[in-house]
């Protein structure tokens, strides 16, 4: 089962190191401060944490503007899920 929710930023880990294109981040900065979030980003629920392995463009542009929340898709899963993305 998947629902879309606000998720405090600082609770959600992203446990792959990402290279993110500045200019991308810059556009989605300028974006989101115009007209909001319009993608949810996906994050992993596993055992009450969060883990993001998409969206990170969309996550660093948010960190940079300041925003606590960031709107997402959360979908629960195992532990053992949570290794395979890992892997």
Do not use: W
Not at 12 to 33: G, H, T, W, Y
Not at 65 to 74: C, D, P, S
């Amino acid at each position: 089962m998947v629902r879309i929710q606000e998720i405090p930023l600082n609770q959600i880990k992203r446990p792959l190191p990402r290279q993110n294109d500045p200019q991308k981040v810059k556009e989605l900065m300028d974006s989101i401060a115009a007209i909001g979030q319009q993608e949810p980003i996906e994050v992993l629920e596993v055992e009450g944490r969060y883990y993001g392995f998409s969206g990170c463009h969309r996550y660093e542009a948010c960190q940079r503007l300041g925003k606590e929340t960031i709107l997402a898709r959360v979908r629960k899963a195992t532990p053992s899920v949570l290794k395979m993305h890992l892997a």
